[in-house]
């Protein structure tokens, strides 16, 4: 069975984008793949975070990754600062990285740009990911365009390392996942719906209340034309609510369409609303009862044990091909 290996930021809010875009995608691949699922709180500390914060943040995250329907005995879920390997590994892939190539990705020139003082962490970001993925001998990593050259810098360092000492590393294949109906802004259709827009009704969060998505789904922006018809170019805010209308309902935008010709926005929305409160409702629950649980820790212990493992093997083979520690 081929595997997955995906990182995820403990970065707080996650949006009905990202549960679309990601989350929801990442959960149906588990029954075709060896799937690792790692809570990145390695990769966050590149920028300040407050301790309880990111703390809160990593539990909340892994409740919501099983409430929206990971099964832990199908996929393994962990925390990275939980699998000493992957801090190990970082540094072995740092030493075989250039600082030419690491000032070349677009993420740290944007990120340190006109900034007085810029972490190292974040030079030596992709050196840490590269890690994540080779230690899992990962076949496929399910990526967003914007780690895209990431990707490409692990793939050189696997070809990297396999040349200059042994030939350990599967080379990991890139796998944009399927974009799908886009979830775009809903004070600002043509831009993707993200959770750091300063316009807190521009999106919807996994864990908003029925009264806010009620609210949020009313005051969203559609035309004066009246017509619920999906164009995305010329109706872009009434195709996006057709298009979360359709996902969260499981209908085609098609049937939508012609249960509602002839009437309003208003219905419309009010019922939108509905159907997101009613799809979010059970991964709500879900959470609530996990997010303190013992039962959490749990499915988290038992993934770091599985997860360190699988990691431990791959760092011997590395720390043997570069001539580290003693050869027992």
């Known amino acids: 069975m081929k595997k997955i290996f995906s990182g995820i930021q403990p970065s707080g809010v996650i949006t009905l984008g990202n549960y679309v875009g990601a989350i929801k995608q ?10 690792y699922f790692c809570v990145v709180d390695q990769h966050a500390i590149t920028v300040p975070q407050d ?8 539990r909340g995250l892994a409740a919501l990754y099983i409430a929206a329907g990971l099964d832990h005995k199908k996929a393994t879920l962990f925390v990275q600062s939980e699998v ?3 801090a190990q590994a970082g540094w072995m892939l740092q030493c075989i990285s250039y600082i030419g190539e690491l000032e070349r990705m677009t993420q740290f020139k944007d990120k340190s740009t006109g900034k007085e003082a810029v972490s190292a962490g974040l030079l030596t970001y992709p050196p840490l990911m590269a890690a994540d993925i080779l230690l899992y001998e990962a076949d496929l990593v399910p990526v ?5 050259q990431h990707l490409e810098l692990t793939r050189d360092l696997a070809e990297r390392f396999n040349n200059r000492y042994n030939e350990i590393f599967t080379i990991p294949e890139v796998r944009i996942p399927k974009v799908g109906a886009r979830i775009m802004s809903l004070q600002e259709p043509t831009k993707k719906m993200s959770k750091s827009d300063s316009n807190q009704r521009a999106f919807i969060t996994l864990l908003d209340t029925p009264k806010q998505i009620e609210k949020k789904i009313k005051s969203a922006v559609t035309d004066s034309e009246g017509i619920i018809k999906f164009d995305r170019e010329n109706k872009p805010g009434v195709s996006n609510l057709l298009s979360i209308y359709s996902i969260m309902s499981g209908k085609t935008i098609e049937e939508i369409e012609t249960d509602y ?5 208003g219905d419309f929305k009010a019922d939108l609303a509905e159907v997101v409160v009613q799809a979010l409702a059970p991964i709500q629950e879900r959470y609530y009862e996990l997010v303190d649980s013992k039962e959490l820790d749990d ?3 038992e993934g770091a044990e599985r997860a360190k493992l699988k990691a431990n093997r791959m760092l011997r083979k590395m720390e043997n091909a570069m001539g580290l520690g003693r050869k027992r």
């Open 26 to 35: 990442f959960i149906e691949l588990q029954h075709d793949y060896d799937c």
């Open 51 to 58: 301790r309880l914060e990111l703390r809160k943040n990593i």
């Open 84 to 86: 000493p390997a992957h």
């Open 144 to 148: 967003g365009e914007d780690q895209k």
């Open 261 to 265: 010709a002839g009437k309003g926005y």
């Open 299 to 301: 499915i988290l212990d």
